[in-house]
């Protein structure tokens, strides 16, 4: 259910209002730009911490965040990959009606109408938050690799932006759901929800 204030006006605040940020973790660059140090990541017998740079526009019905950069921090071996790969990535945040799953109950028809009925009233008074996001990665081979297959290094590649994503996307869709329950109750203060 929606809480005292709803979802859709939550979600059209501009960016500059967001206090979703983890103080630790999402650095503000200015109203519209986030730092996010996304924490190690371990391939192999690597260690390595993405540093991603991303921008947030408030759009009818929600966000889209768009990465504009990303860093690989680690040991010289990681930084070095830095000026060989390039990344694209689009996150579209939006909130819609909730709609449950079809019950497979083998109920009567009169009674699975009733049920849907209400099921149906019911649900149009939640809201849920979806997130769409799409990724590219682009990564020019080092000369060294030439004994490594191509498909083990696309797929180290994919493996650290996909563990990017696993890591930021979930921490982000709860952060906004703990900062909407603090908005929707009337808190302004609009401060940082991991701050310390």
């Known amino acids: 259910m929606e809480a005292q204030r709803p979802l859709s006006e939550y979600m059209a605040l501009p960016a500059s209002q967001y206090s979703v940020l983890d103080a630790r973790r999402i650095e503000r660059v200015d109203d519209t730009t986030f730092k996010c140090y996304v924490g190690q990541l371990k391939f192999f017998s690597w260690s390595v911490e993405p540093v991603i740079t991303v921008s947030v526009t408030v759009e009818e019905g929600g ?10 921090q680690g040991s010289s071996f990681v930084e070095d990959i830095n000026d060989k790969f390039s990344a694209t ?11 449950p799953e079809p019950s497979s109950d083998s109920e009567s ?31 020019e081979v ?16 994919s493996g650290v932006m996909q563990n ?5 996307v979930p921490r982000f869709l709860a952060q906004l759901r703990t900062d909407y329950a603090l908005w929707a109750a009337g808190d302004e203060s ?7």
């Not at 609009?190 to 701050?195: A, D, I, N």
Request: glycine content about 6%; hydrophobic content about 40%; some cysteine.
């Open 164 to 168: 990017v994503l696993n890591v930021m």
């Open 142 to 157: 080092p000369t060294w690799s030439s004994f490594l297959p191509v498909t083990s290094i696309e797929s180290a590649g």
């Open 190 to 196: 609009r401060k940082p929800v991991g701050e310390i």
């Open 89 to 99: 990535m689009t996150n579209v945040v939006r909130y819609r009606d909730y709609v």
């Open 109 to 139: 028809d009169s009674d699975s109408e009733e049920g849907e009925a209400a099921g149906a009233q019911q649900a149009a008074a939640r809201k849920e938050i979806v997130s769409d996001t799409t990724i590219q990665v682009c990564l």
């Open 63 to 72: 966000c889209t965040i768009r990465l504009l950069g990303c860093k690989l």
